[in-house]
């Protein structure tokens, strides 16, 4: 062979320019390594569902005839690292060219950049054809440490791509459906929801692989692995979407239940884990679920479409460029300087807070917790309780199924944490008991009190949430978004506001037991 070409576990692209014709004089390369295994503590489903998706990956270009060399943790364990591998199959199989797709982690671009500067071998690199946003384009919408609206973002996206556009106006007659989009599950809505649709991939002999060799991970394993690890799952977890979930969506987007045990993804797509491994391209789901739209417009409103689209054209070009423009430095932000560590429940679930319980459950248990469960209890509880982004972000790289540093650590450090100075979110996602009651049915079967701010049982969320307002007042006050809280704050007697601190004092020096 001539060249070796590099896959990496989240670049399983088949409609990548790479496979448009069939070169003999070309190796590709796709290896578990145990760099990747390491660089944080993982969940075990996540592990296998990279692992396995990249097997199958290997499989299906070696079926489409290109020569593909899969190795597994047996056949990479004595290589140090990814360059060190690199090096090693092109001696053996005397490669003088190494070609790579453009890393979406700044780990591993420069790792990669670093290899190419050294190695005596001609290193080059292509662009990973998959995001919408080209990577050169980033550097021109967006200023380093610096808030752009993501809202103008994803208009100037469906005008530049064309989605949900009738010639310059937007679909609907409104860029936004999100004030359709706040319903909470009645009793009649929970007994509708469909079953998630789940995959059978057996990973057993990925498990004892990581187990032969001592990886460390965390979380319930799952020997048949439910996430969709190849194209053809992906696709039809994206139909099964289209089908029974896309009609209420948005409509129950923020929407939490405790009934949920087995169902943590309710109306969401599941799809994340493909499309971050690349199995599946965004324009490609776009399309399809636009098309659905149009097929059913009975079935399927114009809030529902513009609400999932938002996400996968607005949010998730977004954080990517966010993270992009702002790296390295982004990794280190800690704007409200928050040092305490993560209470043990985070890795057990056992705490008496039913919101949390159920949150951490739904992760540790199935490697996924969706948006509002990320964000509003477990990423709310680690602002109010003052938790070290570092380790947030740690937890969330470590748990969840579709989580890579390009797309994480936006959504943790910045969107839940506001440890970014306030370059994605202009305001801290910081609410007390009131919006999880408001949104969820966790506080019923609670044991402690959502009404009650001090006493005993009070939810912990109440004085809390004061607690963090009135810490940082100097730094929030100035926030016309915020302006209101504190004076509904100042209106308070002085008495019950000593009492609210005191409450959230004793919470933070005994956050282990709550
Ligand atoms: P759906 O609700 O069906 O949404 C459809 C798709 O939209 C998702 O698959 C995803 O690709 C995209 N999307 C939605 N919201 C976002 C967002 N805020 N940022 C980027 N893409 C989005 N998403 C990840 O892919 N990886 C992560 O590591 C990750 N970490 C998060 C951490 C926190 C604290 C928060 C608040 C959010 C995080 N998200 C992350 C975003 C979002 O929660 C997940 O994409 C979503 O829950 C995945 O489930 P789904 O595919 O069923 O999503
Ligand atoms: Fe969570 Fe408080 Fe409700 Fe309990 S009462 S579920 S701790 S918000």
Known sequence: ?????LILGDQLNPAHSWYKDKKTNTLYVIAELKQETSYVKHHIQKICAFFCAMENFATALNQAGFNVLHLTLNETCNDEDLPALLTRIAAQHQCNTIEYQYPDEYRLKTQLAHFANTSPLTVSRVDSEHFLLPFEEIKHRFI????????????????????LMDSNKPHGGKWNFDSNNRNKFSAADLAQIPPPKLFNNDVSAIIARL???????????????PWPTTRKQAISCLDYFCLYLLPHFGQFQDAMTEQSKHNSSLYHSRLSFALNAKLI??????????????????DISIAQVEGFVRQILGWREYVR???????????????LKAKNTLPPYFWHAKTKMNCMHHALCESLTTAYAHHIQRLMVIGNFCLLTAINPDDVDAWYLGVYIDAIEWVEMPNTRGMSQFADDGIIATKPYAASGNYINKMSDYCKNCHYKVKQ??????????????HFMHTHRAKLEKNPRIGMVYKNWDKQENTLQQSTLQQATYYLNNIASL
């Open 1 to 5: 062979f001539n060249t070796l070409r």
């Open 144 to 163: 380093k440490d610096k808030h752009i609206t993501m809202e103008h973002f994803y208009r100037a996206m469906r005008k530049q791509f064309n989605i």
């Open 211 to 225: 187990n032969k060799h001592n990886v460390s991970y965390f979380g319930k394993a799952a020997e048949q692995l």
């Open 281 to 298: 391209h965004p324009l490609f789901v776009i399309k399809r679920v636009i098309a659905q739209y149009e097929q059913r417009p009975n």
């Open 321 to 335: 460029a966010i993270y992009w423009i702002n790296m390295p430095d982004y990794a280190t932000k800690n704007q």
């Open 453 to 466: 701010k001090v006493g005993d049982d009070a939810c912990p969320f109440n004085s809390l949430y004061w």
